[in-house]
């Protein structure tokens, strides 16, 4: 009970055991699945080298802030500074 003008479902087919293909055509179909396979993975791989990429910049982010506030909690320099001022005043 198909319409009329309605276009048919594609069905998938086995080159090795479709007959009536040439080799040359079973050649550039394999050629073809080929390179829809590696624009597929490369889909993938963009995908997860931006997640990595992400995780990277956040993981420096996170180690330079953190050194940032902890080199601003030191107070040593101003103890070296009071010791000199002191020892200025002795002198």
């Not at 009970?1 to 998938?12: D, L, N």
């Not at 090795?16 to 550039?28: I, T």
């Not at 992400?54 to 320099?77: D, H, M």
Request: aromatic share 6%; hydrophobic share 40%.
């Amino acid at each position: 009970p198909e319409e009329p003008g309605a276009a048919a479902f594609a069905r998938r087919i086995d080159p090795a055991r479709e007959p009536g293909l040439s080799p040359e055509q079973r050649r550039l179909m394999a050629q073809v699945e080929h390179a829809q396979r590696q624009r597929v993975l490369q889909r993938r791989l963009r995908g997860r080298n931006t997640l990595l990429a992400l995780g990277i910049g956040a993981v420096t982010l996170g180690i330079y802030g953190y050194t940032f506030y902890s080199v601003s909690q030191e107070r040593f320099l101003d103890e070296l500074e009071q010791e000199a001022e002191a020892a200025r005043a002795r002198a």
